[in-house]
């Protein structure tokens, strides 16, 4: 749900996880797969739809995990190969959505219920 550019990859995989919980909930699409140990149908009630500016309804604060989330995204060094000055514009981001909730930073999230 980003309105800027978007990995294919990503988006794709996006699709195919929300394409799949169509089905997953649908007794009759492939019954013989419920008689699997531990299967059950999918009861999803909302999916949180990240990196949106679209109107975001959910902000989390996530500012007592900040640390952890920047050494997770460190942790990839290919993408991110000048440290944390490649994540500048993550931390702006962050930032801004933290005024919402007057903390330091937050993700954003737009919710898309599902039935």
Known sequence: FWTGQVH???RAAGQ???DAYMPSKMPLYRPEQLREP???LGVLKRVFLFSTSREPDVFVDVSAIYETKL???MAHRS???NGLESLEWLQRWDEER???LGV???ESFR???VW
Do not use: N
Request: aromatic fraction near 4%; proline fraction near 8%; include cysteine.
């Open 71 to 73: 050494a997770a995204c």
């Open 38 to 40: 531990g299967a059950g």
């Open 111 to 113: 919710t898309m219920e």
């Open 16 to 18: 195919a996880a929300l």
């Open 8 to 10: 294919p990859d990503h």
């Open 79 to 81: 993408q991110f190969p």
């Open 104 to 106: 330091s930073r937050a």
């Open 98 to 100: 933290g005024t919402v």
